[in-house]
Nanobody, 122 residues
Framework: VQLVESGGGSVQAGGSLRLSCTHF????????MGWFRQAPGKAREGIAG???????YYADSVKGRFTISQDNAKNIIYLQMNSLKPEDTAMYYC??????????????????WGQGTQVTVS
């Protein structure tokens, strides 16, 4: 299973970015995917997740500003990030698993990870 993120970059506060994550190597009727982020000196934080059946999760820190979506035909998930704040600056990671047994917001639920894409908000 391979995950490839794209779409990171630098943006001014209040701006928007859309991250994409393409997954290769598996297709499952029960798979789940998520977005995590890690700022320097901080723990990795689960910010959004989605199951193939459409069940979604958002961390309070991004609720109302970020939207996760999926295109199952193309094996891509997206993270639309609006109203970005400097505190959103972090490395953003895509993650995937066949069942996410511990919930969509927990790092331990996911067995596969991408390399990350940097988001900088100034």
């Amino acid at each position: 299973v391979q995950l490839v993120e794209s779409g990171g970059g630098s943006v001014q506060a209040g701006g928007s970015l859309r991250l994409s994550c393409t997954h290769f190597g598996y297709s499952s009727s029960r798979h789940c995917m998520g977005w995590f982020r890690q700022a320097p000196g901080k723990a990795r934080e689960g910010i959004a997740g989605i199951r193939r059946d459409g069940d979604e999760y958002y961390a309070d820190s991004v609720k109302g500003r970020f939207t996760i979506s999926q295109d199952n035909a193309k094996n891509i998930i997206y993270l639309q990030m609006n109203s970005l704040k400097p505190e959103d600056t972090a490395m953003y990671y895509c993650a995937a698993d066949f069942s996410c047994p511990y919930g969509l917001g927990l790092e331990s639920s996911f067995g596969y990870w991408g390399q990350g894409t940097q988001v900088t908000v100034s």
